[in-house]
């Protein structure tokens, strides 16, 4: 998939990072749409950010080519449910929350399986990320391909085993 859009659903500090990230590698994808029930985050987002587009409409993020969720496991459940409606049977999830496995991410979407999950951490804002990620059976070596290179600018981003990420 050359040239994706992207969708964030949460605009805290992990879509900071990743924002931060590739703009400072010049290679901001040409369209990102980020959700936040927040309106004081969102402006603070747009700010620093002002190419991306922002909205408290989470299923504006997930209408995307690649969406990451970017919210607190706390209301991952609630947020994953309310996604699940807008999400294109093409489209690519990449979770960046912990502790929720692909088996229960796909439970909570409904049977969508087309994910990705990874544990990216604040280095990746200069390059020097170390960002495992895990790919569900579902994606197929383009889609993984896509995924790499969104993560490239960020760092590193070893392939691991799902029982592994959070090591």
Known sequence: MSNPSIGFIGGGRIARIFLAGWTRA???PARIVVADP???ALAKLKAQFPRIETTSDLAAAA???VVFLATH???LTE???KAAAALKPAAILVSLAPKFTIAKLTALLGGFARIARSNPNAPSVIGAGMNPVVFGAALTAADRDTVRA???PLGESPEVDEAKIEA
Do not use: R
Request: glycine residues 6%.
């Open 79 to 81: 947020a994953a449910g």
């Open 73 to 75: 496991p706390p209301v």
């Open 26 to 28: 010049q290679q901001l």
């Open 150 to 152: 969104l993560f490239a």
């Open 38 to 40: 927040s309106a004081e």
């Open 63 to 65: 209408a995307q080519d």
